[in-house]
């Protein structure tokens, strides 16, 4: 089945999973709230993330940092320097394009091949973000690419643009601090390496987790909530011997348990999934290795998550510009080093887009009077569907149908979040769970008041079967 964004996005406003942010102003352009169901949706992503990662696993430990940080960190990451993207401006019509996004955009729908770019541009990769301004307004001008905008070809030279939000910290205006809104959560938990190793058993190889906010003011945000300027992440640093070897082998394995992860945690269709290794010259000069896990969006492939084997780069730079020891002392060899660092870092907000995405399905079906019907049907993988039991009375105005289903809501609801409805016409309320994805549905009527038994009703295949309350479980 064909999948509009369009479509995805009239569905998520429609049912409550997600909200034009600022909505009754006019709204503020690709700002997205969460509705009640797309918070759930984020709730469960994070809580299977973090019990698999920090709960489950003895290495790996959670931290909770602070998105303002001393602007000292940024310029020893390297952000205030280099995390900029390369900005164009159309001298026709001025609007603003990230140059390396357009090229790609060119390259794929013009199904070009590396050769045929090298017929007018010197490069050596066909990925636009590794080239500099001269091979990106070589290739802009070479080949004509137009203003998606007005049409015109008459493109001002690109200019480096930072990502960072920069605010003022401190009561007086105009002599406050400029500091930045995060641009990543991972500096919070390199920032506090030092105090982990002091304060946890913590030993060499150890990851450090953290999910929050991050801020990038970037230049084409869009496609719904794929690029927003205020979104979540979910990163860990795992933290291995200064050892190139040891490094890409917990690279490798951190790349294969990943793929894994987004199929068993959320349920992401392996067909729709690919992973893609950074060519050698795409990769900061520190790195030695960076994979992407991509999903087919609607527009095409995307990146969901980054995995980068940083080396120890990041400890060695806040170890230089804070005067701060970041040296591990290893307990059993009493050697000394800056450990190694593997970065496996996920969008949740683009998490939420996916699962959105993946799970909507309109489906084709006989009903009980032989005609035909379709339904909208979000097939969310159990963990992550936002409500997980509908519990409908079948007769709202018997008292004791009414009085048992309401019961059963509350004895289930301790456990999972759930729906009551009495609204009546069952054949609706079903219609209603299967679009926003409640895998079960749980009907009260006369023969409960009888034996005792419910029935239960599956959202993918549709079959009923009669049960003991107490045999209910997800
Ligand atoms: N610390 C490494 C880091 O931040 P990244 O590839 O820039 O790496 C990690 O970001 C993930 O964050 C991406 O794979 C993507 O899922 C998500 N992400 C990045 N920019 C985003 C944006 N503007 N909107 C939504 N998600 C974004």
């Excluded at 949740?348 to 887009?353: D, E, N, V």
């Excluded at 993946?358 to 993988?381: C, L, M, S, W």
Aim: proline letters at 4%; one cysteine or more.
């Amino acid at each position: 089945m064909e999948k509009s964004l369009e479509t995805i996005v009239a569905w998520a406003k429609r049912r409550g999973f997600a909200y034009p942010g600022s909505d009754i102003y006019g709204g503020l352009a690709n700002a997205w709230d969460l509705g009640p169901y797309g918070t759930e949706i984020k709730r469960n992503i994070e809580h299977v993330w973090w019990t698999y990662f920090v709960q489950q696993r003895d290495d790996i430990i959670g931290l909770d940092s602070q998105i303002l940080m001393n602007p000292k960190v940024w310029e020893a990451s390297g952000h205030v320097a280099w995390f900029s993207d390369p900005l164009i401006d159309c001298k026709k019509c001025k609007s603003r394009e990230r140059a390396d996004k357009l090229i790609e955009d060119t390259i794929t729908s013009k199904n070009m091949t590396l050769e045929s770019i090298q017929a007018v541009v010197a490069v050596t990769t066909i990925t636009p973000e590794a080239w500099d301004f001269e091979q990106q307004t070589t290739f802009l001008t070479g080949f004509k690419v137009k203003c998606p905008k007005c049409g015109s070809c008459d493109w001002a030279e690109p200019k480096k643009f930072n990502l960072m939000f920069k605010t003022q910290q401190g009561v007086i205006e105009g002599q406050g601090t400029d500091i930045y809104l995060r641009p990543e959560t991972a500096q919070g938990i390199f920032v506090n390496f030092r105090n982990i190793l002091d304060t946890t058993r913590s030993r060499i190889p150890f990851g450090i987790a953290q999910i929050g906010k991050a801020f990038r003011n970037e230049i084409t945000p869009g496609n719904f909530m794929f690029r927003v300027r205020e979104f979540y992440q979910m990163e860990i640093e795992y933290f291995v011997e200064n050892d190139t070897e040891k490094g890409l082998e917990s690279f490798e394995a951190w790349k294969n348990a990943s793929k894994k992860r987004w199929k068993e945690e959320i349920g992401i269709k392996e067909e729709n999934m690919r992973f893609r290794d950074h060519d050698q010259d795409e990769l900061s000069f520190y790195s030695k290795g960076t994979c992407d896990v991509e999903y087919l969006f609607p527009r095409g492939w995307g990146e969901l998550q980054g995995i980068a084997y940083r080396t120890d780069y990041d400890l060695k730079q806040h170890m230089e510009h804070s005067g701060k020891d970041l040296q591990y002392n290893d307990p059993y060899t009493g050697k000394r080093y800056i450990p190694h660092c593997i970065e496996p870092s996920r969008g949740l907000t683009r998490a939420i887009l996916t699962a959105l995405i993946d799970a909507y399905d309109e489906e084709k079906y006989t009903d009980g009077n032989g005609a035909e019907q379709t339904r909208i049907v979000a097939r969310f993988h159990k963990n992550i569907a936002p409500v997980k039991f509908a519990v409908i009375p079948l007769v709202k105005k018997d008292e004791k149908i009414v009085g048992f289903a309401e019961d059963l809501y509350r004895k289930l609801s301790k456990q999972y979040m759930c729906e009551f409805d009495d609204s009546g016409n069952v054949g609706k309320c079903y219609r209603r769970q299967d679009e926003i994805g409640t895998p079960y549905c749980i009907t009260v009527d006369y023969q409960t008041l009888e034996d005792g038994t419910v029935t239960i009703r599956d959202r993918d295949t549709m079959e009923q079967k009669r049960i003991k309350p107490e045999e209910i479980i997800l």
